[in-house]
């Protein structure tokens, strides 16, 4: 158990270490960067996907916190720590890196604004890492329900 919690910590770290780096380019540097499809800029999202919830305010980041403390221990009750630590440090490790920023910049510090062919949701690493995790989580089960059933 001691190798799937070292790979969960490290992957958490990692996650959040890498995604606080690239946002301080934008909050401290005033990155900006325009291009055809995608522009890096500095946003601040108030709410949760697609600013949903931001009615929520400053409750939101309690919310958030409370959410985050039961899947780890969810996952770890469940033993799911021990097959999927690596998909769910990078979930936790985006969360955490996001609620961080709730906390310190009063909202989520995104950069990436997708703007081709339509307007879609601006987004930073940590969100990328948390859909990255929920993917691997479904890919690894669809493969083991396939495994099963031969």
Do not use: P
């Amino acid at each position: 158990m001691v190798r799937y919690i070292t790979i969960f910590l490290l992957v958490t770290i990692g996650t959040v270490i890498i995604d606080q780096n690239i946002k301080m380019l934008f909050v401290d540097g005033g990155y900006y960067l325009q291009g055809s499809c995608i522009d890096l800029e500095l946003h601040y999202n108030k709410g949760v996907a697609f600013s949903m919830f931001a009615f929520l305010g400053d409750n939101l980041k309690w919310i958030q916190l409370a959410l985050i403390f039961g899947i780890i221990g969810f996952v770890i009750y469940e033993g799911y720590l021990k097959k999927y630590a690596f998909a769910i440090g990078l979930i936790i490790g985006g969360a955490i890196s996001n609620l961080y920023d709730r906390f310190v910049h009063e909202g989520v510090v995104d950069y990436v604004a997708w703007h081709c062919g339509f307007d879609f949701a601006v987004f930073n690493y940590a969100d990328v890492m948390i859909d990255l995790g929920v993917a691997i989580i479904l890919l690894m089960s669809f493969l083991d329900s396939r495994k099963k059933s031969n």
